[in-house]
């Protein structure tokens, strides 16, 4: 009785641990990376491989910036002069790699490595102010963008730990249209944590992945911890099996079994595989590293197919209040993605939803997208609220209730209903402790 009771409490512990810490699980996809140095750049017939691989994202390591602002990948030079001088194999298949038959859907590319003097130039160049559209790295980061089609620029700071002058470089980026910055720490948090800070604050959301190094230098890192000091879940990386170090190699299974502890331990975003070139090398098959990563969240779970007839999409929403710019209609547009919510005013007290259908229609199952659904942290989700049925929007009836409610999506079935208003009806919006609006990305009804 005892060892099930502890048992209870410890998966209660478990989900509540998973919920609070935004993991990934199976229905989430988790980012699945690989970093690749020279394999990716130099061999063509890496393409097949990678797109059929099963990973998500493929991070190319590594860029090299010198005091002039030019650009090498690994020993060759790419950019200079502000043109693209590399191979025109690697930028055609980069441009490539999330066309057609492909597990990829993000490029990165990874700048500095250890016993580099990258974070030095960028020191240089970047200290004073975010280098300008004239200056001869605005202008050759700009053309690396157009060769390749990068998403992101990733941080492998390993030396030179400047948190100002890397914020500048990385402000300079997505200025000229990178979509991400991705950083890559194995120690030194205060300058991981300062570099964050900065990029959150120009533009939020930016910094959207952590990939932490956990083998080598890393190999003592905590993703709970780091998570902890850097404010959202981190993306911990393995080495795969190797000659290099080969204490810290770990087969397909050793890297799923970690995986999978740790996530359940303190929620994960995903994992990484450290090193393509590995792979390569020792012939070593990179779909099996690819499944490990998913196998660790979970069987892998289809992508729902949407179902059709929201009957709320588009039609008139009002609320007892909305934020600027956050308006009730954002909460009826069919989309979670570039903020769009309503957003009331207050962070205390009922607050409500309202969606003119239009006329009457039967409805038996109802849905809410909350904050986590958006990108927001899962501490902003709605708690306590009901679903309410008018046939003239004013007299209200209750149709269901929710309370205590953690998760991104609330997804509920009921009892079919007739009405022409429906009104979400929300009587505590905090889950976490500290006082939040009503965030609701998008009330759906069928
Ligand atoms: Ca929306």
Same mark, same amino acid.
């Given at each position: ?81 502000? %043109? ?28 500095? #490595? ?53 914020? /500048? ?5 997505? /200025? ?123 069987? #892998? ?58 006329? %009457? ?43 205590? /409610? ?41």
């Amino acid at each position: 009785m005892k060892k099930l009771l502890l048992m209870f409490l410890t998966a209660i512990f478990v989900i509540f641990t998973i919920n609070a810490a935004n993991s990934a699980s199976a229905a989430d996809i988790p980012v699945s990376a690989i970093y690749s140095g020279g394999p990716s750049y130099l061999v063509s017939s890496t393409q097949n491989d990678l797109k059929a691989s099963g990973f998500n994202t493929l991070i190319q390591w590594s860029l090299h910036i010198d005091t002039n602002g030019n650009l090498k990948m690994n020993d060759e030079t790419v950019c200079t002069g502000g %043109a693209y001088t590399g191979q025109s194999a690697w930028s055609n298949q980069w441009l490539s790699y999330k066309s057609g038959t492909t597990s990829i859907n993000r490029l990165e590319i990874s700048v500095g #490595a250890g016993g580099t003097t990258d974070f030095a130039s960028i020191k240089a160049l970047c200290s004073k102010g975010i280098p300008g559209s004239d200056t001869n790295l605005y202008k050759n980061m700009l053309a690396l963008k157009s060769a390749t089609g990068a998403d992101a620029i990733n941080l492998d700071t390993e030396d030179t730990y400047d948190s100002v002058s890397t914020i /500048n470089f990385c402000k300079m980026c997505l /200025n000229m249209g990178y979509s991400y910055i991705t950083l890559c720490p194995y120690t030194n948090t205060t300058y991981w944590k300062a570099v964050k800070s900065g990029l959150d604050s120009f533009k939020p959301g930016a910094v959207d992945r952590i990939y932490l190094q956990c083998y080598d230098g890393g190999a003592g890192n905590n993703p709970g911890t780091w998570a902890t000091n850097l404010g959202m879940s981190v993306i911990p990386g393995l080495w795969c099996t190797n000659t290099g170090k080969p204490s810290y190699g770990k087969t397909p299974a050793q890297v799923q079994s970690q995986l999978a502890s740790w996530n359940n331990s303190y929620g994960i975003a995903g994992g990484f595989i450290w090193l393509y070139d590995d792979i390569r090398n020792n012939g070593l098959s990179t779909a099996s590293y690819a499944s490990a990563i998913q196998n660790a969240f979970g069987p #892998a779970t289809p992508t729902p197919t949407p179902i059709p007839g929201n009957y709320a999409l588009n039609k008139t929403a009002t609320a007892n209040q909305y934020v600027t710019g956050e308006t009730p209609q954002k909460a009826v547009d069919g989309t979670v993605t570039g903020n769009s919510k309503w957003c009331s005013t207050s962070n205390i007290g009922t607050q409500w939803l309202i969606v003119d259908l239009g006329s %009457a229609c039967t409805i038996k199952r109802w849905i809410v997208k909350h904050a986590g659904e958006g990108g927001e942290t899962t501490g902003f989700n709605t708690r306590d609220f009901k679903l309410q049925k008018s046939t003239d929007g004013n007299s209200w009836t209750d149709v269901d209730a929710v309370t205590g /409610n953690t998760a991104n999506i609330t997804d509920r079935t009921v009892t079919a209903f007739t009405a022409r208003y429906v009104r979400l009806y929300i009587t505590n919006p905090q889950t976490s402790t500290s006082n939040i609006a009503a965030r609701i990305y998008e009330f759906e009804l069928y």
